[in-house]
C-alpha cells in the first residue's frame, strides 16, 4: 500500500474530479431545466404584451399550476379579453357615429333650407347644398373662415351677426331668433348687375352642457312665396276695384251722354261746344276705366283650365299672322315704324297640354311689351321668337328633370327691364309703359303657374329683356 500510495492518490483524484464534473454538469442541466421551466410562462407574457401593443388580444395559453405565474397568466388573459371587448365597443360606437354622420350629411344635403354652423370666433364650420344654392355662392373653401371673407356675403354675414347681437342684448328666454332679411346678390349671369332675395331667417346659439359652442342660423328664400302673396292681395284688390268700380260707369255715361242730347241745342253755339267737349271727355274716360276694370277682371278670374294637347308652334304661328308678319323678311311695319320678327320653331316640338285660349293670349302679352318696348329705341328693333325641346336630364330643365319639357323665349333689344321693375314685374301696376296698366305679365305669370310651368325674366348682355317660359306638361 505504501508502493502503491501515488497510484491511488492519483486515482481518487481522477475519480473525485470526474464525480465532481459529473456534478457540476448535472447541476447544470437542472438548473438550466428549472430556469426554461420557470421562465417559458413569462416570455410568453412577454410575447402577449408585445401582441397586445399591435392590437392582437388573443388569449394565451393558461399553464395548469395554480403557482403565481398560472395566476398572473389567467390575470393576463381576462386583460386582454376585457381590451377585446372595450375595443369591439369602440369599434361598434365608431361605426355607428359614422352612420349618424353620413345619415345627419345626407338630410342636410336634402335639405332645401339652407343650414350654416359657425364656432365661437363666428368662423364657419359647417354648410349644405341648400345654402350655396340659396345665395349661390361656393363655400367649399369657406370652413374655417368668417363668412365675411366669402365674395357678395358681407351684408348677410353683418345681418346674421346684428341679429345675434340684439338678441343677446334683449335678454330673451327664448334660446332663438326669427327675421326676414333683404339680401342684394350679384348676378353671375349679368355681370354688376344684382337681385334681391327675401330670406326667413332662423338663429340658435350652440350649447353643450352649459357652455356656448357656437351658432347655427337656418335661412329658407321666401321671395316666391312673398311673390305670391302679393299677387293673392293684388287679386282680391282686383276683385273689389272691379266690382266697385265698374257699378257706377255705365250711368256716369249714359248721363254724359244725355246730358249732351238734351242741352246741345238749347244752349249757344260757344256753350254748345264746350258742353260737347266735357261730355267726350266723361265718355273717354269712362270708357280708359272699362277698359282698366276688365284688366283687373281678367287678372282676378279663376276660370276652370281646359287642359287639352296643343300645337304650341301653330299657335305661336297664329299669333304672328294677327302682327302682319311676312315670312320672307320678317319685317312688320306698325304705327308708322317697322321692326323685325326673327323665329326659330322647333319643328322636333311634341303637343304640350294647356289651355289655347290662356297660351294664346300669353304669346299675345309677350309680343305685345316686346313690340312697344321697339318704340323706345331708335335702331333697328329686333324681337326673336324661339322654341325648343329640352331633353330629360338636361341643366334648362329645373322643373322636371327627369322628363322633357318645352322652353318658349320672347327677347327684344329694346332698353330691358329696370333693376327695380325686374324685381317686382310680375306684380299688378308694375310697369314702365305710360298707359300700361303693369297687368299684363303679371296675368301671363299666373296663366303660367296654371300650367305648373316656370316664367323667368332677364336682360340680355346685349341689351334688350328676354322672357323664357318652360312648359313640362307635354302630351
Keep these: ?101 353620413v345619415y345627419l350629411e345626407s338630410v342636410l344635403s336634402n335639405l332645401s333650407a339652407g343650414v350654416l354652423v359657425f364656432d365661437q370666433q363666428f368662423r364657419l364650420t359647417t354648410f349644405n347644398e341648400g345654402a350655396q344654392a340659396i345665395l349661390s355662392v361656393d363655400l367649399r373653401a369657406a370652413p374655417g373662415r368668417p363668412l365675411e371673407t366669402i365674395d ?80 293673392v292681395a293684388w287679386g282680391e284688390v282686383a276683385r273689389r276695384l ?54 283687373f277682371k281678367e287678372y282676378a278670374r279663376k276660370p276652370a283650365v281646359l287642359m287639352v294637347p296643343v300645337d304650341f308652334n301653330a299657335l305661336v304661328d297664329e299669333v304672328l299672322g294677327l302682327y302682319g308678319w311676312d315670312p320672307n323678311d320678317g319685317m312688320v311695319r306698325d ?43 331708335t335702331q333697328q328693333g329686333v324681337i326673336e321668337v324661339t322654341t325648343k325641346l329640352i331633353h330629360a336630364g338636361s341643366r334648362e330643365n329645373t322643373e322636371s328633370p327627369d322628363k322633357p319639357a318645352l322652353r318658349f323665349t320672347v327677347s327684344d333689344n329694346g332698353p330691358g327691364f329696370g333693376a327695380q321693375v325686374l324685381q317686382r314685374a310680375f306684380e299688378p301696376y308694375i310697369t314702365t309703359k305710360a298707359q300700361g296698366t303693369g297687368l299684363g305679365l303679371a296675368i301671363v305669370r299666373k296663366i303660367i303657374d296654371e300650367h305648373q310651368g316656370r316664367i323667368d325674366l332677364s336682360n340680355r348682355r346685349e341689351g334688350g329683356a328676354k322672357v323664357s317660359i318652360l312648359l313640362t306638361q307635354l302630351a
Design 335 to 377: 304705327e308708322g315704324y317697322a321692326w323685325r320678327l326673327e323665329v326659330s320653331l322647333d319643328s322636333a316640338l311634341p303637343l304640350v297640354l294647356g289651355d289655347p285660349t290662356q297660351l294664346r293670349q300669353v304669346i299675345h302679352n309677350l309680343l305685345a311689351n316686346a313690340r312697344d318696348a321697339l318704340a323706345e329705341v
Design 152 to 231: 357678395g356675403m358681407i351684408d348677410f354675414a353683418g345681418m346674421i351677426r346684428q341679429a345675434f347681437v340684439q338678441h343677446a342684448a334683449v335678454g330673451s328666454e327664448r334660446t332663438h331668433w326669427q327675421e326676414q332679411f333683404e339680401l342684394k346678390l350679384p348676378d353671375l349671369n349679368e355681370g354688376k348687375k344684382f337681385y334681391t332675395l327675401t330670406l326667413l331667417a332662423r338663429g340658435t346659439q350652440l350649447l353643450v352642457d352649459g357652455r356656448d359652442t357656437g351658432y347655427m342660423v337656418v335661412f329658407d328664400d321666401i321671395t316666391e312665396v312673398m311673390s305670391a302673396n302679393r299677387s
Design 1 to 101: 500500500m505504501a508502493l502503491s500510495r501515488q497510484s491511488l492518490r492519483n486515482l481518487f483524484g481522477v475519480t473525485l474530479t470526474l464525480a465532481l464534473l459529473l456534478a457540476v454538469f448535472a447541476a447544470i442541466a437542472v438548473a438550466l431545466y428549472l430556469s426554461k421551466k420557470l421562465v417559458s410562462p413569462l416570455l410568453a407574457l412577454a410575447a402577449g404584451t408585445q401582441a397586445v401593443s399591435v392590437g392582437d388580444f388573443r388569449p394565451l395559453p393558461e399553464p395548469p399550476s395554480n403557482d403565481e405565474v398560472g395566476q398572473l397568466t389567467r390575470s393576463f388573459n381576462d386583460m386582454t379579453r376585457q381590451l377585446e371587448d372595450a375595443r369591439r365597443m369602440v369599434e361598434t360606437n365608431r361605426a355607428q357615429l359614422e352612420r349618424s354622420n
Design 242 to 295: 272691379a266690382h266697385e268700380i265698374k257699378n257706377p260707369l255705365t250711368p256716369i255715361q249714359l248721363s254724359a251722354e244725355r246730358l249732351a242730347m238734351k242741352l246741345a241745342h238749347k244752349l249757344e253755339p260757344q256753350d254748345a261746344q264746350l258742353l260737347e267737349r266735357a261730355t267726350n271727355t266723361i265718355v273717354n274716360q269712362v270708357s280708359s276705366l272699362k277698359h282698366m276694370v276688365d284688366d
